[in-house]
């Protein structure tokens, strides 16, 4: 049973890591990003909410990403473990998650922070908006998101910090080689991949 959390800023490369990861760990990868845009896509009533604070590179109020998060964990794919992307970003989500997790007598195991430097992760995004299409990753929806996540989502680190749970990696270089620095830290802490014979 794994439970890991990976936390950083936009571009950081969060979500090809998260991928990676939870393929290596046998676990699912769950992006509140990834399930917001679902829900964008199909016009859910969820998606409508969301989708015009996304546009405008705000975070999603904390009970729609509580009530969404809460219901994706209870699914039976996550009971033996998972990957959070992208929650908690601030610090109610963090009381929440504790909360849960707490009463199903778990707990998380690391929290994978991606540092990257700003302009680099601007950069990035910028490519992928042309990429992908993304109205999210206009440069000043980027600039604004940075500052959304210096303001809410950085203060976290502190508080995963202090309970010796975070795991700082430089998300700069080869995407193989970032998650290489990943998995040796989380080796490091006694976190393995499960065996060959086991996958």
Do not use: C, W
């Not at 007598?105 to 994978?112: F, N, S, Y």
Request: aromatic share 4%.
């Amino acid at each position: 049973m794994t439970r890991l959390l990976l936390i950083g800023p936009p571009g950081a490369g969060k979500g090809t890591q998260a991928v990676r990861l939870a393929e290596s760990y046998l676990v699912p990868d769950i992006s509140t990003g990834d399930i917001f845009r679902t829900n964008v896509k199909n016009e859910t009533p969820l998606g409508k909410q969301a989708k015009a604070y996304m546009d405008a590179g705000d975070n999603v109020p904390d009970s729609l990403t509580n009530d969404l998060i809460r219901h994706r964990l209870e699914e039976p794919d996550a009971q033996d473990g998972f990957l959070l992307d992208g929650y908690p970003r601030t610090e109610d989500q963090v009381r929440e998650l504790d909360e849960f997790l707490a009463s199903h007598g778990a707990a998380l195991d690391a929290v994978i922070e991606l540092v990257a430097d700003p302009d680099v992760v601007v950069d990035r995004l910028r490519k992928r908006a042309v990429e992908q299409g993304r109205s999210d990753d206009d440069e000043s929806v980027v600039r604004h998101r940075l500052e959304v996540y210096r303001e809410q989502t950085a203060p976290l680190i502190d508080v995963y910090a202090g309970r010796g749970q975070l795991v700082k990696i430089d998300a700069i270089g080869p995407i193989d080689q970032v998650t290489q620095r990943i998995t040796s830290a989380l080796a490091e802490r006694g976190i393995a991949m499960p065996d060959a014979a086991t996958r």
